[in-house]
Each structure stands twice: as C-alpha cells, then as structure tokens.
C-alpha cells in the first residue's frame, strides 16, 4: 500500500487548477465517529464546474461519509466543506444541489407523480414536470404507487427526485444499482447531457465500466484516504504499476490452470504478482511473451491460458488491495 | 480559483414555505388514509371498542344522572387520538429514518419544520376522523345526547391533546429501531389506555391503580375529555393541563437526547 501512495504523490499534479470554478469542495477533512473510527482522514476533494467525478472505492473506504459530508447530513470533526462558497447547511446552496441516495425505502403509498409534485414544491424554479418525467424514463409508470414499481423504476423515480429542481450540483450514490442494461445506458446518455449543460455531477459507483465510461475524473479512495486521482486511462495506468513496476504501460495479466506453486512463478523474470484463486493462478507481469514461454515450459498440463491487457477493474483492486 | 457564489431572489421564507407544508401535509395525510395497515387499525380499533364496550355492552344504561354510552365515548375518543399520533409518529419516522428517506428529505431544501408539521397535522387530522365518527356511532347507535358545544370542545380537545403524544411519538422513533417499533409502542400504548382509565372507567379499577393514574397522560387527557361533558371525576381541570403539559416537556427532553445522539453517529 505504500508503494501505491509514493506513486500516487510522484505522479505529476495531472491538472494544473483550472479557471474553472469551484463548485464544491473538502478542505482537509477528517471525520472522526464517537466509538473511534475514523470514516476520512484528511482529505481534500474539489468538484469544478461541468465535470463528471467518480468516487470510487471498496465499502467502508468512506465514499458516503465524503457525500454525507457534501451534502451537510453530517460536520466534519475537523477541516472545512463548502458548497457554491456556502455551507452545506445553507437553504440557497441547497437550492441549487440535487442528491440521489439508496433509499431503502421511500413512502409506498405515494404515487409517482405525488412524489415528484412533493419534491418540485421545495423549488422556486423546478424542471418542468414533463421533462422530468422523460429524463427519468418514468413515461407510463407515473400514477403507479411507489410501493408497486421494480426495483429500477424505483431507481429511475429518486433520479428525478434529484432532478425536481434542475440543480448545478447534482450527488448520485450509486445510481444504476439494479438497473437492467438497457435502462443503465439511458441513465448514462442523461448523466453526460447534464454535463454538457455544465452542471456538476459527482458520482460514487461500483460498476468500474461505469466511472471510466462517465467521469472525466476518477477519485480512488480507501480507508478515508485518496489514494489516486486522475483520468481513467490515468488511474489504470497507476493501478498497473501498482505492485512495484517502474512503468505500467507493457504490464499483462495471464491467468491459467497451473501447478507451479507461486514462489516459483514470482522467480520468473518479469512477474510482478502471483495470486491463487481457486483452479485459477494469476499473475501480473512486463514481459508476457517470455513469462508465457517459460510457464509453458515449466508446466506441461498447463490448460485455460488467458492474457489480457489490465482494466479498470484490475488497477482499482490493485490500489485498494493489500500488498503486504 | 473563483468560487461560485450564491444568488436567489429573495422570497419571504414565510410565505414560501406555507404552500411546501400544505403539500407536505396533505400527502402525509394521503398517505396514511392509503396505507391500509395503519389507517384500519388505528381508526379500527377504538371504533370496534366502542361498539362492543360502550353501545353494546351498556345499551341505555343509566349510573345515576349519567349515559355510560356518552361517558364511554370520551375515553375511547382519547384511546382514538392516542393511538393515531402514537402510531403515526412514531412508526411513520422510524420508518422513514431507518429507510434514509428522512436523509433525502434533510438534503433537499425542505424546511425541516414543514416535515414536523406535516406528520403532526396528519396525527391531528386523524384524531378528528376518528373522535367524529366515535360521536356520530354514539348518537345513532347509542342514544347520545351530544349539543354542538359539546362536539366541538371534543374536537378543541382532539387539536391539543394530540401534541403530547405526538412529542411521545418523536420521543420513541429516535430511540426504538424500526424493526421493533410497532411492538414496543403497542406495549406502551394498551397498558397506559388501560392504566389511565381509557377502557374501563377509573372508578371501578382498584385503588392503587387510582392513584397511579396521576401518572399517565392518558389519565389526564380522559379527564378533561370527561370535562368537556361535564363528568370529570378526580382533580381540577388546571391541574390536568399541568400533567399533559409536563409530560410534553419530558418527552421533548427524551426526544432532544436522542436527536443528538443521532447527529453525533452520522
């Protein structure tokens, strides 16, 4: 984990501040509960105007501690967390902040159209009720109760509610949970019009393919702090290099049935990481065509070989794995 | 690097909040009537104990210069609103603070007061419902004699006397889980009707309960409920209102507690 966070602070600043804005941000926020746990240690966060942020991260690692915090559902213990140069408590900063949570449970008896009327009351200059309604994809469902819809339609329902009030600032915690294909990618295609028309979105999500088709910017954090932050392709550059590698740019992954026990695997030049999981061995490694020839060698029953380039996926376990 | 600043029109908040609590309100209401379980149970149960307790049970009768159906009517009336706010409140914020609704609704600019208010009109609206269709069973089933005067202080009554157990409801939804809220407030809710002289009138439980009475709130609404007709059978009107306003007070102290521990863990 260290040599991650060395790399992470060696990496050059990969924005240099633009004018840009700023629309929300964390000033050295530390947040402490009282039983002792500490949910973000120090952390510094800044959202500018018209981007797409993607809070990553494994459960626990203090995602929604950090939109607690954005959203003035909680103070922070110690640093400062502003909104539009406001308070997060502040009534106008609200106004212009929109927030999709994961409601257990929002009042079933409800219609979907109540719901709606209810949450474009608290705005002085809603989105209109029709728009919404075809943002959300809620056509058809709309004096359905709450209580009655699926899953995604449920979805889809807090995503207006977001909406009502046609915010600058808009939080999504994992939006698409539950949603089928088709319904995720129609969330997607509204998420990026909301960045086209310069709104702010931050996102936390645990579809990788979805903050790295979404965000500009992805924020890895684990155990309360950041530890990387950049462009996709940034971040799974970083996530690659991560075991100790000087570049990540030729780093593969084979992952194959093979009897060779691993402290034979990590004496073949190149292998960076040798994992077991179950039949399957995976290693990471620089120099894949050798390492392969050198499996092939070693390991004559060797059977179900498969290479592949790193993802997204992959640099993020890398990051928020252990490596001790 | 700039930072955006804010800038609304300003709207008197008064004026913009008033029609964002009538909304809230009324769908609080909506809602309640729509949920089956709660609205048959709660408008269910004191009509049922009425019919069988105080119409059936005592068609006609007669103690003394008094109707035992009219003298009932004002117990199961405060058993109605007792429960309506008990329940309302009560479950209906433990469910909402258990789901993260209430971390939705906090987020948005919704005035916090209008979601108070909201469940506590609805606690109001239906301790009305169901005090009216108590005296309308009472007058065409049981013989009542109700003069309008008399109605409407049962309705006044019915507005104030609910506050205390709605605060008891706030007091509960922050302390209780949800998963266990139903239960325990019934627990609370049958002995303290009991115990306060809402089932059975206090002059026939034994004397140690009596005295015990002077504790529940329940006691102290039932009688200035039996004011309202004129039947009050212990204390002064003052010192019931003293009782009910007390127990608010520790009930808002109750609840003040637990909304901090509440803030303090999130």
């Known amino acids: ?324 | 690097m700039s930072t955006a600043t804010l800038d609304l029109p300003r709207i008197n908040p008064l004026m913009r909040s008033l029609p964002i609590f009538l909304r809230e309100a009324r769908y609080e209401f909506i809602r309640l009537l729509r949920t089956r379980s709660f609205s048959f149970s709660v408008v269910g149960f004191p009509v049922v104990f009425y019919l069988f307790f105080g119409i059936i049970m005592n068609r006609g009768q007669q103690i003394g210069a008094i109707s035992v159906a009219k003298y009932v009517l004002a117990s199961y009336a405060v058993f109605g609103m007792v429960g309506a706010a008990l329940f309302g409140i009560g479950v209906g914020l433990a469910a909402d603070l258990a789901a993260g609704w209430l971390d939705l609704k906090r987020a948005s600019p919704m005035p916090p007061l209008a979601y108070v208010l909201a469940k506590c009109c609805s606690a109001v609206f239906f301790g009305i419902l169901i005090v009216s269709l108590l005296a309308l069973m009472g007058i065409t089933l049981g013989n009542v004699s109700l003069s309008f005067a008399e109605y409407a202080r049962m309705i006044a009554l019915t507005v104030a006397g609910v506050i205390p157990f709605v605060c008891m409801g706030l007091a509960l939804s922050l302390l209780v889980p949800f998963s266990s809220a139903p239960g325990i407030i019934n627990m609370i809710y049958l002995p303290m009707s009991f115990c306060g002289g809402l089932w059975v009138p206090l002059m026939f439980l034994p004397h140690f309960m009596q005295t015990l009475a002077v504790l529940m709130p329940t006691y102290h609404l039932g009688q200035l409920m039996l004011g309202a007709f004129g039947y009050a059978s212990t204390g002064t009107t003052l010192s019931h209102w003293y009782g009910l306003l007390g127990f608010t007070l520790l009930m808002l102290g109750i609840a003040a507690i637990g909304l901090r521990r509440l803030e303090q863990n999130s």
Request: glycine share 8%; hydrophobic share 45%.
């Open chain 1, 1 to 324: 984990m260290s040599a991650v966070l060395e790399l992470a602070k060696a990496i050059p600043e990969p924005f240099p501040i633009p004018s840009v804005e700023a629309v929300a941000s964390l000033d050295r926020v530390t947040k402490r509960f009282p039983n002792g746990v500490i949910a973000l240690a120090d952390l510094s966060l800044t959202l500018r105007r018209g981007e797409v942020v993607a809070l990553l991260g494994p459960n626990g690692a203090g995602k929604s501690t950090a939109v607690k915090l954005l959203m003035g559902l909680s103070s922070p213990t110690s640093g400062t967390v502003s909104i539009f140069g406001a308070d997060p408590r502040n009534h106008a900063a609200r106004m212009r902040t929109g927030v999709m949570l994961q409601v257990g449970k929002a009042p079933e008896m409800l219609r979907v159209r109540e719901h709606i009327e209810v949450f474009r009351g608290y705005y002085p200059n809603p989105m209109a009720y029709a728009d919404l309604i075809q943002v959300a994809g809620l056509m058809g469902i709309e004096s359905r109760f709450f209580g009655q819809l699926s899953g995604g339609q449920k979805q889809r329902v807090l995503f207006a509610l977001a909406l009502a009030g046609d915010p600058d600032l808009v939080f999504l915690d994992e939006p698409t949970v539950g949603l089928d294909v088709k319904s995720r990618r129609g969330m997607w295609a509204q998420i990026e019009l909301l960045a086209a028309r310069d709104k702010t979105v931050l996102l936390t999500t645990h579809y990788l393919e979805e903050a790295d088709s979404l965000a500009q910017r992805i924020v890895v954090i684990d155990k309360g702090r950041i530890v990387c932050e950049g462009t996709p392709a940034e971040v799974k550059s970083l996530g690659s290099a991560a075991p100790g590698t000087e570049t990540g740019t030729s780093v593969k992954i084979i992952r194959c049935a093979t009897t060779i026990p691993t402290h034979v695997l990590l004496n073949i030049p190149g292998v960076t990481s040798a994992t077991v999981n179950g039949e399957l061995t995976t290693i990471l490694t620089r120099q894949a065509e050798s390492t392969m020839r050198e499996l092939l060698a070693l390991d004559l029953s060797l059977h179900s070989m498969d290479v592949q380039s790193p993802k997204l996926e992959d640099a993020f376990l890398a990051l928020t794995g252990d490596h001790e």
